[in-house]
């Protein structure tokens, strides 16, 4: 476990970390579920209200004119209108800033609207984003078939492979990006030495790690390195299927330009103030759920490697998987998604998925729910079927997002869809 989960602090002690909740580099803090129900609550409702208010505002009245200029400048701290902040979103990057020990949070609409808001800000005509080979289909399709379009060059890279990435920089290389573990595939990259790496070529190179299947629960790339996390908060940090949100954590001038350039000036993916509460909200079991996330999924990769209509089961978690030494380096656990592939391919899973009774056929991940989707025919459909054999998504690969119901009630479901 991290120092940051380890921190117990007693007396004196604990009262100054108390004070120091929203420490940006967390040093100060307590430990990880502490911080996930508190950083950030150093200004306490006027009416004590326990539960965080929403501010369901469009703007903010100002004082005086002068007032209103200085905010508008940058001089003085203080919200103006939700388009930039609002007192609940920001709480909520707060919160996010030091459970990811990163200086600043920023929320948005969606995971693809933080990602959007976050490379519009750092790329123009002529720059270059190297990308590992395989991502989020809309990720995918984000820079594919639209960052090109701009004049900005894109390069698909394996970045399991240091020398291939190695070889790929290049003087305009503004940003390296990359999940980890990849959806769909569980694949791991390792942060911190590919962190070094691009460094070490050029600092000014942004090392951006897609977080959303780890959470900072499990995964914390800022201390490895990265310069800036990105989620899809509908997933894990949301953790109950009722929102959509994203969000990017990171250094405080690159986040504030990315606020004040990406977000609001070009996408205007504004997060709601009732879907910021609704995070905060997600926040307060995020440790306790990505435990019982991973103590299932584990469970089930075991049985899943053993079943004989399983050609192959993808989870870091499992003793004899290539990035099983990597997993327990960087991350606290092997985390709640499986990939696996049946026998028989394409025909065999889609039967496989029909036959599934409790388990939803549906596509997102971190639900309390479990999830089973087909990423060549959903997620990943923005790729051609050329595209995912060469970034190594299958035809018959399926994703399970393992759920919070009993791991002998999920069990029951994946294994009479099996024998069936």
């Given amino acids: 476990m991290s120092a940051a989960n380890d921190v117990t602090p007693t007396g004196a002690k604990a009262n100054e970390a108390i004070l120091n909740l929203t420490a940006p580099n967390g040093s100060a803090a307590p430990n990880f579920a502490t911080r996930a129900i508190h950083a950030g609550d150093a200004g306490q409702d006027p ?64 995971g693809m609207g933080a990602i959007s808001a976050t490379l519009w800000s ?23 078939h639209g960052l090109r379009k701009f004049g900005i060059e894109v390069e698909f890279v394996d970045c399991t492979d240091l020398d291939a990435l190695k070889a790929a ?26 962190s070094d790496l691009v460094h070490d070529r050029d600092p000014s190179i942004k090392v951006v790690v897609d977080n959303t299947y780890c959470t900072p629960a499990l995964q914390r790339p800022l201390t490895l390195g990265a310069d800036l996390v990105v989620h899809s908060a509908t997933k894990y940090l949301g953790g109950h299927g009722d929102l959509v949100a994203g969000a990017v954590v990171g250094d405080a001038a690159t986040i504030e330009q990315i606020r004040l350039v990406g977000l609001k000036d070009m996408t205007g993916a504004v997060i709601a103030p009732l879907t910021a509460f609704l995070v905060l909200r997600g926040l307060k079991t995020l440790q306790l759920r990505m435990e019982h996330h991973s103590r299932s999924a584990q469970a089930l990769a075991e049985q899943l490697s053993m079943q004989p209509q399983i050609k192959a089961v993808h989870y870091p978690g499992l003793s004899d998987n290539p990035y099983f030494g990597l997993c327990w380096k960087q991350m606290e656990q092997p985390g709640g ?15 496989f998925m029909n036959r599934l009774k409790m388990i939803k056929r549906a596509v997102s991940l971190g639900d309390a729910e479990t999830l089973c989707q087909h990423p ?45």
């Fill in 47 to 110: 009416h004590g209200a326990l539960t965080a208010p929403v501010y369901m505002t469009s703007t903010f009245g100002f004082d005086s004119v002068e007032q209103g200029a200085a905010r508008f400048a940058g001089e003085q701290q203080g919200h103006f209108y939700t388009r930039i902040s609002n007192p609940t979103q920001d709480l909520l990057e707060q919160r996010l800033a030091s459970l990811e020990q990163g200086e600043v949070g920023l929320a948005t609409a969606s």
């Fill in 376 to 420: 060549a025919s959903m997620t990943h459909s923005t790729y051609t079927p050329e595209q995912r054999a060469e970034h190594g998504i299958a035809e018959g690969l399926i994703r399970l997002s393992v759920g919070l119901e009993g791991v002998e009630d999920i069990w029951s479901d994946l294994l009479q869809a099996l024998e069936g």
């Fill in 337 to 351: 998604m499986i990939a696996f592939e049946l026998k028989g391919g394409l025909e065999a899973g889609m039967a």
């Fill in 122 to 144: 750092l790329l123009a005509p002529g720059d270059r984003v190297i990308a590992d080979i395989t991502l989020y289909g809309c990720t995918f399709a984000y820079l594919d």
């Fill in 169 to 194: 920089l290049s003087d305009n290389t503004r940003v390296v990006y990359f999940e980890t573990p990849v959806n769909p595939t569980m694949r791991l990259m390792d942060i911190a030495a590919i």
